[in-house]
């Protein structure tokens, strides 16, 4: 009898030291956890903020380094991703949110990544902007130019500008730049219409007909030019309202 006492002691001692030992360990990992989760936080806002500086300050004056640009916003977007998951807890841990240390910890992470993924869709516009953008630069670059022209060379301008339209229908156009491509269409549709007019005015010599449909070339191209400088005007907005982000999440200083 004294045996079976001695046996039930020692395990109820090795049961207690258990779940001692089970108990330091949680209490030493869930530590080590919440740590980390700080950690984790601190080390991916210093790496994009670092991303995020480098890239705004690259120069875009050529094509090349336009591109260059372009190419690494995406990948900051692409990076932004690991903040979907910022401010997840482990399950074994998640029962702690009850006490205070854990919910300013946890407020603390949702506020941040609230931050970064309002600056990921602001990013997002205005990287799809530019590709399109980009693209329809290129187009309207290959145009043939507004000034004075010899007769010879009506047709091989009307030819140009028919080129140009056919072009245009490759270029994307989400939301943001549609209306901008719809009414560079318009203008270049316009400028045809002038050159077909000057062609056949000009074939029957109708001096009057010719007169006008110069001064509607003429007019068209203002026209494009003044949605070149609207399409400015609105890449300039997005890039202001992504610099307002980037501030206000601290990745950039005034």
């Excluded at 989760?37 to 790496?47: A, D, E, G």
């Excluded at 007019?197 to 000009?202: L, R, W």
Aim: hydrophobic share 40%; with cysteine; net charge neutral.
């Amino acid at each position: 009898m004294k045996i079976l006492n001695n046996r039930k002691a020692i395990f109820m001692v090795g049961g207690t030291v258990l779940l001692l030992l089970g108990a330091g360990g949680y209490t030493w990992w869930s530590v080590a956890y919440w740590n980390s989760y700080n950690t984790r936080q601190q080390t991916l806002q210093q790496t994009t903020t670092r991303h995020v500086d480098t890239t705004i300050k690259l120069k875009a004056e050529t094509k090349e380094q336009r591109v260059e640009k372009i190419n690494a916003l995406k990948g900051i977007v692409s990076e932004l991703s690991a903040y979907d998951s910022l401010c997840d807890i482990n399950g074994s841990v998640s029962w702690q949110q009850i006490f205070g240390d854990v919910k300013q910890r946890e407020a603390a992470c949702k506020e941040t990544q609230t931050q970064f993924l309002a600056f990921r869709h602001q990013l997002d516009l205005i990287v799809r902007y530019l590709e399109e953008e980009h693209q329809l630069s290129e187009v309207l670059a290959a145009a043939p130019d507004g000034g004075e022209v010899a007769e010879g060379d009506f047709e091989k301008k009307l030819k140009g500008w028919k080129t140009i339209k056919t072009a245009l229908n490759d270029v994307k156009d989400d939301a943001e730049l549609a209306s901008v491509k719809q009414k560079t269409q318009e203008s270049v549709d316009s400028i045809i219409n002038a050159w077909q007019d000057v062609i056949t005015s000009h074939k029957a010599k109708d001096k009057q007909k010719y007169l006008q449909a110069v001064k509607s070339l003429a007019t068209a191209h203002d026209t494009l030019n003044s949605i070149v400088k609207a399409d400015e005007e609105k890449l300039y907005a997005l890039t202001s309202a992504l610099s307002d982000v980037a501030i206000k999440t601290n990745l950039i200083k005034e």
